[in-house]
């Protein structure tokens, strides 16, 4: 049955959508084992049949409520005030602004729409070159799954029964890394092209001003992490303070959100939440097959016997990631492959959680390369350009982010050293 990936990618490449993909292969999987085919309804239910798993709709609907509801305005604005100064100043906004977004949306196609929604046009009619600009939305865009909250880490959490909590610790570092890789970047690129910031630094009362307005967004990730590690709520539950939380600032501080925006903000929260739940299901179907089917144990015992050692291992789950990560989206890759690598992860010494944040890292990175690069669909959209015109700017930010997770994924400290200290 080994034979079912090659035919995934089939599929994948003749352009099917991806859930389809998943049901189709299996479908032919499950005709060939002569299984009943009330298999199919059994794992759609069982694959989703998750108290951890409530999480994900919910932490969708809060990034929802916080790009409609003035949060990202704020953020920018606060960026604005710390980098706007800086060689490469709206640049370095952007991608500042993209970390502060990362931290209350859990979500890269969100991080990507809400700052490139406000900063591209802004970019281009300050005569930064378009496809740069699209290109660093949509590599800063990247970052929002691996600042905590995560979407991806709480299916990876629920998946390998790894502390979530842990996980979002383990990837703050990480993030932020990212993060000041891109602004070194375009602090190079801006020097080259004359790229300038700003004429005037903003003074400390502009900066405390522009931080008073951005607080109480800044806040939410604190009290989301803290209320999880503090043991006041669990994961899951933090995904409901979140939407309580978003849905107050919108609606009742920042006066952006009124309460005819509810429906649509329902509506798109659910189509996304039914697409990634659906995927989910049809993956796992997938992966019970290869797993009935004792393919993973296989591919493992045959990679473990390269003797590849610790470096050449966590070298081959890289390349096989990221290469995985330009057919397949985040969550369909992250179910199908998790079972694969994880016990090669672990075979070599490397702790689940930082295994949980290379895999989050790899497959985000995948969000920016095409043919399934969702982020750079939404910035270069915004800026009405094809994937062709932006290749060559974004190559080079690529480049770094693949730097970032080669070190990410040798220096264990960097995603671990957090975790360490909450232990």
Known sequence: MVWLIPLLFVFFIMGMPITFSLGVASLVGLLLMDVPLIVIAQRLWTAVDTF?????????LAGELMSRGGISRRLVDFAQALV?????????????????????????IADAAAIGGLLIPTMIANRYHPPFTASLVAAAGTIGP?????????IYGAMTNTSIAMLFAGGFLPGVLMGGSLMVYSYYVGKRRGYKGQEERATMAEMVRGFMHALLALLM????IGGI???IFTPTES??????YALGLGLFVYRELAWRDLPRVFYESGLLTGKILFILGTASIFSWILTVQGIPRQVAAALTDLHLGWFGMLLLINLILLVVGTFIDTISAMVIFTPFLLPLATSVG????????????NLTIGMITPPVGVCLFVTTGIAKLTLREVMGDLTPMIVVLIAVLALITYWSSLVMFIPNLLK
């Open 52 to 60: 951890t798993l409530v999480a994900v709709p919910l932490f969708i």
């Open 84 to 108: 706007g100064h800086l060689t490469s100043g709206l640049a370095m906004v952007a991608v500042v602004a993209c970390m502060f977004f990362a931290a209350v949306s859990g979500s890269a």
């Open 146 to 154: 691996i600042i905590p909250p995560s979407i991806p880490m709480v």
């Open 221 to 224: 990730p604190v009290i989301i």
């Open 229 to 231: 590690i503090s043991g």
């Open 239 to 244: 995904g409901v303070v979140a939407v309580v």
């Open 350 to 361: 490397v702790d689940p959680i930082h295994f949980g944040i290379i895999l989050s890292v």
